[in-house]
């Protein structure tokens, strides 16, 4: 059952389940791409999360009880089964190598699993944007593999390459930039996902799909990675 309430000020936050469900980001994407084309003018911004979209609205154009009505009405007629916006596949090459898995040795002990089997578990599988993150560009893709799930780590670190890709509990990710964090890092891309690059605003959106593909290390070194 689908819930509108209040956020804020100016803002409705619609509620399409209540926990992690891979049919609701690609039912998020539809209804929010539906709300920027009948309401263009009045709102804001639009915050999709694993089971939420948040939408902030011009407070100048409309009211709380105005806006709240008009998406129930939107929502009343709103067919998710037939409702189709293109997803894109997007395939992130990886090295995966101890100098920058600063976490795969250790995985690989507490799995008892090879590198080889670690890689082909990792990146054999596509993951499901699921909600964007801190970033733009730090996109929460989903389900790891119950094989290689890993919990964060007890003690952040302070620096995490950009490009690392990591793994926390059924989740895996890219870090955009240097940043701190917890994931359990397993590889790095070469890919620059930072926001120099103004494409990579839209690089990732809710419903997409990731597939990782390995890379060696000279390929690697040789197209710009660095160690």
């Known amino acids: 059952m689908v819930k509108v309430t209040l956020a804020g000020e ?3 936050l619609i509620y399409f389940g209540d926990k992690i469900d891979a049919r609701l980001p690609k039912n998020i994407a539809n209804f929010a791409n539906a709300l ?6 009045l709102i804001i911004d639009l915050t999709p999360a694993y089971t939420s979209l948040l939408v902030s609205y011009d407070l100048g154009k409309t009211n709380y009880l105005k806006f709240a009505a008009d998406i129930e009405r939107l929502l009343s007629g709103f067919d998710f089964s037939s409702a189709v916006e293109r997803s894109e596949l997007i395939h992130i090459p990886v090295y995966y190598g101890f100098e920058t898995g600063l976490d795969l040795e250790r995985l690989l002990a507490e799995k008892e699993l090879t590198l080889e089997a670690f890689i082909d578990i990792h990146s054999s599988q596509e993951y499901l944007v699921h909600a ?8 929460f893709l989903a389900e790891v593999d119950s094989r290689i799930q890993a919990p964060r780590l007890a003690t952040p670190r302070i620096k995490i390459p950009a490009g690392s890709v990591g793994i926390a509990d059924s ?10 964090g917890g994931w359990n890092i397993i590889g790095r891309t070469l890919l620059d996902l930072s926001l120099n690059n103004p494409d990579n605003l ?6 997409d799909r990731v597939k990782f593909y390995p890379i060696t290390r000279d390929e690697y070194i040789k197209y710009g990675g660095g160690l």
């Open 171 to 180: 989740q895996t990710a890219i870090y955009p930039t240097d940043s701190s």
């Open 202 to 207: 839209n690089k990732f959106k809710t419903g």
């Open 132 to 139: 964007i993150g801190f970033s733009p560009v730090f996109a």
């Open 10 to 12: 100016n803002s409705i």
């Open 36 to 41: 920027k084309i009948e309401f263009s003018e």
